[in-house]
Nanobody, 128 residues
Framework: QEQLVESGGGSVQTGGSLRLLCVAS????????MAWFRQAPGKEREGVAG??????????IYANDVKGRFTISKDKAKNTLFLQMNSLKPEDTATYYC???????????????????WGQGTQVTVSS
């Protein structure tokens, strides 16, 4: 049984930082493509950042509105995905979800149907 467990959410003021973590258990969740999505109240879930591969061969994608502020990374040994979020804005307020594909990953994207495993979400609230 594959599981993804997020943590690290919380409440911060505009300009603050948070670091989200997603621990993958099981045999495959940590070795496929992994990504962070978010869903704000009344809005559709959207991709935030994704990562595939390891070390110097890793590839990353970011949503336009988080480029330069958010950084996605992965610790393969610990099967843990990170999202460092800096310069947070009120519009970043959402529930953040970790997602992973099965192995092998067919390609890194924000297409939600490509992701086989999802976490339960962690809330991020940014106040002005």
């Amino acid at each position: 049984q594959e599981q993804l467990v997020e943590s690290g959410g919380g409440s911060v003021q505009t300009g603050g930082s948070l670091r989200l973590l997603c621990v993958a258990s099981g045999n495959t969740a940590g070795r496929g493509c992994m990504a962070w999505f978010r869903q704000a109240p009344g809005k559709e879930r959207e991709g935030v950042a994704g990562i595939a591969g390891l070390g110097a061969f890793s590839r990353r994608i970011y949503a336009n509105d988080v480029k330069g502020r958010f950084t996605i990374s992965k610790d393969k040994a610990k099967n843990t995905l990170f999202l460092q979020m800096n310069s947070l804005k009120p519009e970043d307020t959402a529930t953040y979800y970790c997602a992973a594909t099965a192995v092998p990953c067919s390609g890194l994207s924000f297409t939600q149907s490509h992701y086989n495993y999802w976490g339960q979400g962690t809330q991020v609230t940014v106040s002005s």
